[in-house]
């Protein structure tokens, strides 16, 4: 899977840095709540290319299987793949990053990543990619996601619409212990962490997706199926729509 990463801006770093010394733990945790971050350290990135970077959102389940239908879609459609999921975990695991404790949190408790930091991974990845047609995967996930998206990059790209892999929750369950069991590395992939994670897409990431169908930007895939039955109704999705 090819996944592109670049690192926040080194005005970020800083910031988190003042941030976290000025405010106990307990309020650092919701340091991209406040209007401070998003007006001095968050600085939108302006795209240079005249044309508009066309984006399909790639949401599902927790196992619903986005990651292995996306690598399907670079080989067979020359999309750029940026996981948000990805990004964060690459960003945690980053040394030197003053905010990878908090990010690990949010993801082990099963929460959602404030919006400022998902935004500045994908702008970030998609400027340095030089590229223009791009899967976001797992993202936008709630409404803060949505509005802080149409905040920052709504305006510098074209959305084509909404891949919806719908998958049944036994199934994307199993999916993800099979998965930790195999060794991925993810610290959310056992029983614990999957259960707030459903709960939490359950919540929070089915009235986005019910938002997109009711503005007709939706394009629903039965993920339940083995990976290459399903592939063959994405490769009919995305044939139909032009690519």
């Not at 650092?28 to 984006?55: D, E």
């Amino acid at each position: 899977m090819w996944r592109a990463f670049a690192r926040v801006p080194r005005a970020l770093e800083c910031g988190l840095v003042t941030l976290t010394q000025q405010f106990p733990h307990s309020k650092a945790r919701n340091f991209c709540r406040t209007s401070y971050l998003s007006k001095h350290i968050l600085q939108p990135i302006i795209m240079t290319s005249s044309v508009k970077p066309k984006v399909v959102f790639v949401l599902g389940g927790p196992g619903a299987g986005k990651g292995t239908q996306c690598s399907k879609i670079v080989n067979r459609f020359l999309f750029t793949h940026l996981s948000a999921g990805d990004l964060l975990r690459e960003e945690r695991s980053r040394e030197g990053s003053e905010f990878g404790s908090l990010i690990e949190d949010y993801i082990r408790n099963g929460k959602i990543v404030p919006v400022e930091i998902t935004c500045s991974l994908l702008e970030n990845a998609m400027k340095s990619s030089g590229k223009s047609l791009f899967l976001i995967d797992g993202f936008p996930r709630n409404q803060d996601n949505l509005d802080g998206w149409n905040r920052q990059m709504s305006d510098k790209v074209d959305l084509q619409f909404v891949l919806f892999f719908d998958c049944d929750e036994e199934v994307c369950v199993k999916r993800c212990l099979i998965r930790g069991q195999g060794g991925s590395g993810r610290s959310d992939d056992n029983l614990e962490s999957l259960k707030k994670r459903i709960q939490t897409y359950n919540n929070d990431s089915m009235p986005i997706i019910k938002y997109f169908d009711d503005a007709g930007q939706v394009k629903r895939i039965d993920a339940s199926p083995d990976a290459d039955q399903v592939f063959r109704e994405v490769e009919r999705t995305f044939m139909t729509s032009g690519f």
